[in-house]
């Protein structure tokens, strides 16, 4: 499931840190990039492979926002909703992304391409409204601006660093 | 030593003692839900909290240590809000089913919500729905609503058995208790999580819908006769008019010998005793015919046989295999009665190799023995073996089947079965006699000419003796079948029938007698034995 | 005002990158080797407690106080870990400094290590910052690149090795227990105190936590001395500190200024007041967990003991303005489901309390409000206040209190009424 050469990757993570335990994070972050998000045999793989047990990290993995259990798209917009951005329009941007992409927040397209997500504030507030496509951060957002991104999206002229 | 007072009263406790312990030796029982003295301490339900003189906060009691001169109060009006404001916060979403729960009665929450908690509730939300009947394992089924999130069930999955089968998933109000998908919760000591569970979240399967707490008429303090552990027990029998049935088995706190735990075969492994299958009455078979009999005639043609074995071959043509699952009571009458009345030298007990010294071990590290038998020490400690000349048990199977024994007694073990490599059928088949005693029918009973029933634990009073050596109580809480007697019983009787007196069968009478003779008991009155047993070498 | 600015001296010059060459060339790396060759730890730990500089994560506690709390004869090793979770509402400096002159927070990473005797330290970067973690990641390449950071630093004999560890979403792992736990690959959920992280924090080894803003200002002042940042501000509330204005202001951002200025002179001076010729509303001054101040409190300096007496808090430095249109239970709404969405849920009262506040008061702004609650409202904050294991209870509290303190009448309107009067006219 996990190629060797992320294996050997994480075998040299995991040597960062006095307790090899530390690495999981950082480690499901690239499980979660590899397999696309983080399915049972996924987690399943990584308890085994730093001696924990599945529940064990699987209740660490259901503790953090970005780290998903069920799967996602392709790409992955998160829309901050905290207050600075809901000043300045975040959820007029929730509405038309929704309508531009025809799926609620918290859905995935039925391409399988893009999946929305709401997300507390993204430190970007002083460009607000603010997004991230794919771990990369798009400020001062306008539905205009935001079309744009969906054109290039699906275009594949996105670079996104998804990790 | 520190001093403190809490609620006015002054007490004296070793430094680093937490206030919730002081606060139990003086009687004080501070309310808490993730606090357990056999888990880790977390502080996270929060209930424990009390007032500290000169400390700006209160304070948790479970995880702040005492200090000399501290002032505490459990029933302060801060505290009472503050503990009202818990209960209030966890009814929010807690479902109002106590009527059809299995925890109603004897429910931490529901005791604290009368006596500390909110009148009504000020929430007009909606409560969460979550899963409500989920079956973990063999033994627990889960109600998800109920949780009320102390997090005792998964810190014992990770602290006791070290599997870690529980998590919490995800965080904040969605935290919920759960397993990784396709696991189940199955350790040896799952059972456990069940007494921990503050609410009634999990909760026995065996044990689900069938009683109220409230039916319960009769706790009897007892000791598990699953292996040489010896872990203290409760047995919960329900009486009723068809009857007394025994619900559960829970563990009995005893920090010399099980803590607070048991295991799940210990605590599970009780319906053979209400089975129907089980012997209720003596039978006799003679000339391939077996037939039910009466304890009366049943005896007096054992003591016949035994006379004619004895005058014809002499007392070395008797043997007797005891068990380690009889009590001690049981097998000081059984070796009184063949060694000192009959004279035979031939009595052994240890029909399994874990049965010769030192082969018992820990079987995991925590509870479980790998002598899945009762009282192999006690068996020791009272010299159930060969006399001068004596045979042990493969000597006297080979003395039967070269016709050298003539009669056997075996008591509630199935010889044929132990020995599985050994011509058992030919060599009992040789005896004038064999007398077996045993709960069910088995290969063995079914080769005897008398079968005695034999009574399980629960129906017994007497004791046990622990690997460590440590004498344990058990005593009766279920009525023997009318149609059963106790071994002591027909062992006084078929005494009597060859005109020797085997003395008082009652416990204390038997303790009378074990401790007056030489060995590991000597000096012990029955009474002595306290509820948490007695360690000879301590006494 | 004339203010000469610190922390980002050099973040506005046209085209600087902040690579370690830049960082250089504008005087950077100069408080390194005086710190490992002419200062003992011990010197460096009093210099820092003479400069008054005070943590800039949220508890303004005093950074060389912590440092003196570090047991010196311990045998378990020391560790340092930089916060950079930054999750605070309002809050986004830590991003800049990281971003855009991360050479000046290793610097001044490597010289607390020195100081506490720590020879392996982290920094964790809220998993958002992608970006940010990369920019780290290269800067500390260009560090080793350098030999100010691996064995034997500058010929002092001191090591230290650095690494970048990203979080994964979650404001709790900002709380520096949370954050220790997160690091040690669990749940982010805070741990009790005592004991402080000081005695036993990282793998149970005395650790000191600080905020990027916090160690960036230490290059500073081993270069120029402890009474000159002493002297920059108040006396409690010594040295810049980097103000993020967001919401309705013209110019929103972040401001290196002194903490004696006042809330008006952010506002308006720095920020360019509020667009629209709109009138301001409520500003609050700390990042969300603040309560929010009003006009009355413009005058206010933004210094800790100042904002505390106005019965708010420095906190983070996030400062959110909010014009005339805005609808404080709406606001409140969004703030409850904030921490209802972040709360660990370890706590009984912050698990269900922080939910509870948020169902109330989305229903009050749904105009599906009840007379009474708002005394429950008050009460339940009472309830959660000053009774969990961290302070993400109090943080959710203190700032409902202070709307319904501030502005009842909203509420009451709401409720009487049945509906929100801002709705479709306001900010949101
Ligand atoms: C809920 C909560 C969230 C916090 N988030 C952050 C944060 O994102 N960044 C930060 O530096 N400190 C944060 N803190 C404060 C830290 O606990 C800690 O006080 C700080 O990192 C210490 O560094 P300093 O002394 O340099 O400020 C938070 C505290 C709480 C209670
Ligand atoms: S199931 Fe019971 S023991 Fe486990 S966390 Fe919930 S309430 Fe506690
Ligand atoms: S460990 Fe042994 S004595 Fe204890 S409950 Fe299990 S079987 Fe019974
Ligand atoms: S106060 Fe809230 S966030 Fe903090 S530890 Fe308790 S539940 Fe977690």
Redesign the interface.
Same mark, same amino acid.
């Given at each position: 499931m996990i190629s060797d050469e992320t294996k050997k990757r994480l075998d040299e993570l995991v040597k960062r840190y006095p307790e090899k335990r530390s690495a999981l994070i950082p480690i499901l972050h690239d499980v979660q990039a590899e397999v696309g998000y983080l399915s049972p045999e996924a987690i399943a793989w990584v308890a085994a492979y730093l001696t924990l047990s599945p529940a064990d990290v699987m209740s660490v993995a259901s503790f953090y926002d970005m780290l998903h259990l069920e799967p996602v798209g392709k790409h992955m917009i998160y829309v901050c909703h905290n207050l600075t951005c809901s000043l300045l329009g975040a959820e007029r941007l929730i509405r038309h992304l929704e309508n531009r992409l025809g799926i609620r927040m918290g859905e995935t397209t039925p391409d399988g391409l893009i999946s929305l997500k709401r997300m507390e504030c993204l430190a970007s507030c002083g460009t607000a409204p603010a997004i991230q496509i794919d771990g990369v951060f798009y400020e001062r957002v306008t539905p205009q601006t935001l079309d744009e991104l969906l054109e290039k999206l699906r275009n594949g002229r996105l670079q996104g660093s998804r990790t | 030593m520190p001093t403190l007072k809490i609620d006015g009263v002054e007490v004296t406790v070793p430094a680093q003692t937490t206030i919730i312990e002081a606060a139990e030796r003086v009687g004080i029982e501070i309310p808490r839900y993730c606090y357990h003295p056999g888990l880790s301490?977390? $502080?996270?339900?929060?209930?424990c909290?009390v007032e500290v003189e000169r400390m700006?906060?209160?304070a948790?009691a479970c %995880?702040t240590p005492v200090a000399d001169g501290m002032v505490v109060s459990t029933r302060s009006p801060k505290v009472e809000? #503050?503990r009202r #404001?818990?209960l +209030? *916060?966890?009814l &929010? %979403?807690h479902p109002l089913d106590c009527p059809i729960c299995d925890k109603g009665g004897e429910c931490p929450l529901q005791d604290y919500t009368l006596t500390y908690g909110p009148g009504e509730s @000020? =929430?007009?939300?909606e409560k969460i729905q979550r899963v409500k009947h989920k079956v973990l394992g063999p033994h627990i089924v889960f109600d998800a609503e109920r949780c009320?999130?102390c997090t005792r069930c998964v810190r014992f999955c990770?602290e006791m058995p070290k599997?870690? +089968?529980?998590?919490? *998933? =995800? @965080? $904040?109000?969605?935290?919920e208790i %759960? &397993? *990784?998908? $396709?696991?189940v919760l199955d350790n040896a000591y799952s059972g456990n999580v069940i007494d921990l569970c503050p609410v009634g979240a999990l909760t026995s399967r065996q044990y689900r819908f069938q009683s109220r707490p409230w039916d319960l008429v009769r706790h009897t303090e007892s000791v598990c006769p699953l292996c040489s552990n010896g872990c203290n027990v409760v047995l919960d029998v329900r009486h009723r008019q068809r009857g007394e049935e025994l619900l559960r088995i829970r563990p009995r706190e005893n920090q010399a010998v099980n803590r607070w735990w048991m295991c799940d075969e210990g605590r599970f492994t009780f319906t053979s005793l209400h089975d129907p299958a089980r012997l209720r009455v003596p039978t006799w078979c003679e000339n391939g015919r077996r037939a039910e009999m009466g304890y009366d005639d049943l005896l007096l043609r054992a003591a016949r046989a035994i006379r004619r074995v004895v005058e014809a071959h002499g007392p070395e043509a008797v043997g007797c295999i005891a068990s380690s699952r009889q009590t001690n009571e049981e097998l000081f009458l059984v070796r009184r009665f063949f060694r000192e009345f009959l004279g035979t030298p031939h009595l052994d007990f240890r029909v399994r190799s874990v049965q010769f010294q030192a082969s018992d071990a820990s079987e995991d590290g925590i509870l479980r023995r790998t002598d899945k038998t009762a009282n192999t020490r006690g068996a020791r400690d009272l010299d159930i073996r060969p006399g001068p000349g004596g045979l042990d048990v493969a000597g006297m199977i080979a003395a039967a089947s070269e016709g050298r024994m003539k009669a056997l007694f075996v008591f509630e073990e199935d010889l044929v079965r132990a020995f599985p490599d050994r011509p058992l059928r030919q060599a009992l088949g040789r005896l004038d006699l064999l007398v077996a005693s045993s709960m069910f029918s088995t290969e063995t009973t079914a080769l005897a000419h008398a079968v005695l029933p034999a009574l399980g634990f629960a129906e017994k009073e007497g004791s046990f003796t622990n690997f460590q050596g440590r004498v344990q109580k058990i005593h009766r809480a279920l009525t023997p079948h009318v149609a059963s007697q106790s071994l002591p019983e027909a062992l006084r009787d078929l005494a009597v029938d060859l005109g020797r007196d085997l003395g008082g069968i009652e416990p204390e009478q038997v303790w009378a007698a074990i401790g007056e003779r030489p060995g590991a008991y000597q000096g012990i009155a029955w009474k002595d034995i306290g509820d948490l047993g007695l360690l000879p070498e301590e006494s | 005002m004339a203010f000469e600015k610190i922390l980002t001296r050099y973040t506005n010059i046209p085209n600087y990158t902040g690579t370690i060459d830049e960082y250089i060339a504008h005087g950077g790396y100069q408080a390194l080797p005086k710190a490992l060759r002419e200062l003992q730890p011990a010197d460096l730990i009093e210099t820092v407690k003479r400069s008054g500089l005070r943590g800039r994560g949220g508890a303004g506690f005093p950074c060389g106080v912590k440092w003196g709390f570090i047991p010196k004869d311990s045998p378990k090793a020391k560790y340092l870990v930089c916060n950079c979770d930054e999750s605070e509402p309002g809050t986004f400096k830590d991003r800049m400094l990281i971003e855009e002159e991360p050479h000046q927070l290793i610097e001044g990473l490597i010289i607390s290590s020195y100081a506490i005797g720590c020879r392996l330290a982290f920094i964790y970067c809220r998993g958002e910052f992608v970006y940010g973690a990369q920019v780290l990641e290269r800067a500390l390449r260009e560090a080793y690149g350098r030999g100010f950071l691996g064995r034997n630093i500058l010929g002092s004999g001191f090591d230290l090795d650095v690494h970048v560890h990203r979080g994964a979403g979650a404001y709790i792992c900002g709380e520096e227990t949370g954050l220790l736990e997160s690091l040690e690959g669990k749940r982010g959920q805070p741990r009790m105190k005592p004991p402080f992280p000081a005695i036993s924090g990282l793998y149970r080894s005395p650790t000191v936590v600080n905020n990027v803003e916090t160690l960036s200002n230490i290059p500073h002042i081993v270069l120029r001395g402890a009474e000159w940042f002493a002297s920059i501000g108040p006396p409690k509330s010594a040295g810049p500190r980097l103000f993020s204005v967001s919401g309705h202001v013209e110019r929103p951002g972040n401001y290196e200024l002194p903490m004696s200025i006042t809330l008006r002179e952010l506002i308006f001076d720095h920020a360019g007041g509020i667009p629209n010729g709109r009138r301001l509303k409520a500003v609050i001054p700390g990042g969300s967990s603040a309560p929010v101040l009003t006009e009355q409190h413009l005058d206010v300096p933004m210094d800790f003991e100042s904002l505390a007496a106005a019965g708010s808090m420095g906190g983070s430095g996030g400062v959110i303005v909010m014009n005339d249109t805005v609808c404080m239970v709406r606001v409140g709404e969004i703030v409850s489901r904030f921490y209802h969405h972040e709360s660990c849920g370890q706590c009984t009262q912050c698990r269900e309390g922080t939910a509870w506040l948020h169902k109330v008061l989305r229903r009050i702004e749904h105009g599906q409000g009840r007379k009474e609650d708002l005394d429950v409202l008050l009460d339940m904050c009472d309830n959660m206040k000053g009774k969990t294991i961290c302070v993400l209870s109090d943080a959710a509290a203190m700032p409902i209190e202070s709307y319904l303190k501030h502005f009842r009448e909203e509420f009451e309107i709401h409720i009487r009424g049945r509906a929100c009067p801002f709705e479709g006219k306001g900010a949101f």
């Open positions: - | 301490v977390v $502080g996270q339900c929060r209930m909290q700006p906060k209160l948790i %995880n809000k #503050a #404001a818990v +209030e *916060f966890y &929010l %979403n @000020r =929430s007009v939300e009320i999130l990770h599997t870690g +089968e529980l998590g919490v *998933f =995800s @965080r $904040g109000d969605q935290s %759960n &397993l *990784f998908p $396709g696991k | -």
